[in-house]
């Protein structure tokens, strides 16, 4: 009985040492727990952002759903986050990525200070040619920019044209014939409802690409402007919070290599 006594009595020692020692560790390892960046078990967090099809810059259809996309998800994916999208008319875009909280934001988009006052601009993903397309047979010869004043140009609803040209609409100048999208200004153009619209170099590269009007529609030398492609993210803190992760994520990324070896992959750097 003695013996048990005094087992029973060591076994209970030894209990409360061992108690106290993993008290100790669990106090020597909590602060270090609080120390951890939020999230870092549970993976990279989510930026969804609506976006439209834009060819070849982002559209389900092309690799990785378009050049930007590609962009945007490395910088995404280098400030800790990981990039989904969903695919709206630009006029639905625009709504979803301001005002729909399931939205972070919404890409890509040109810099204007209207849009600078809207949301929180990343830093520049890409750039965008703008211009003029006309039929060989039709050109539309022009200098200054008033000079299109003479002309109804095609372009797509929503979009900027670049801020003088904006300008010139808004107070009723430039006479325009909107467009749902790119794909339906220029057939207005091929079928010579329009004598010229307003489109991105690479977007008209890339619907002519297999067009049999390929040789018969030409891009103006003349361009309306070379504009910057951002990501809008909301007008809020969290909004702000993430447009500066993510222009942190961009610094890590060469654009311009992307850029080239996307259209290269796309066989558009040389037509």
């Given at each position: ?186 057939r207005r153009l091929i079928s010579k ?79």
């Amino acid at each position: 009985m003695e013996r048990t006594r005094r087992h029973d009595g060591a076994s209970m020692k030894s209990n409360r040492g061992d108690v106290m020692h993993i008290t100790r560790a669990l106090g020597l390892c909590f602060p270090l727990l609080l120390c951890l960046p939020a999230g870092a078990d549970s993976g990279p967090r989510p930026m969804r952002l609506a976006t439209l099809e834009w060819l070849p810059y982002v559209g389900k259809i092309v690799p990785k759903d378009g050049l930007s996309t590609v962009i945007a998800s490395a910088a995404a994916r280098n400030a800790g986050y990981s990039l989904s999208v969903d695919y709206f008319e630009w006029t639905v875009t625009l709504a979803k990525g301001e005002k729909d909280p399931a939205f972070a934001g919404y890409f890509p988009e040109y810099y204007t200070e209207e849009r600078a006052k809207a949301c929180h601009l990343s830093k520049s993903i890409g750039t965008s040619m703008l211009g003029l397309a006309t039929m060989k047979d039709t050109p539309v010869q022009w200098n200054a920019l008033s000079d299109l004043n003479a002309v109804k140009i095609g372009v797509v609803e929503g979009y900027s044209n670049g801020e003088a040209f904006d300008a010139m609409v808004k107070q009723g100048k430039q006479p325009v014939e909107n467009a749902a999208s790119d794909t339906f200004n220029l057939r207005r153009l091929i079928s010579k409802k329009v004598p010229a619209i307003a489109i991105d170099r690479e977007v008209l590269r890339y619907l002519l690409l297999r067009s049999p009007m390929r040789n018969e529609t030409v891009f103006s030398p003349k361009p309306l402007g070379e504009l910057t492609l951002h990501v809008c993210f909301k007008r809020t803190p969290a909004g702000k919070e993430m447009q500066e992760a993510f222009d942190a994520g961009l610094q890590k990324i060469d654009i311009k290599k992307i850029g080239g070896d996307y259209m290269k992959q796309l066989d558009l750097s040389g037509t």
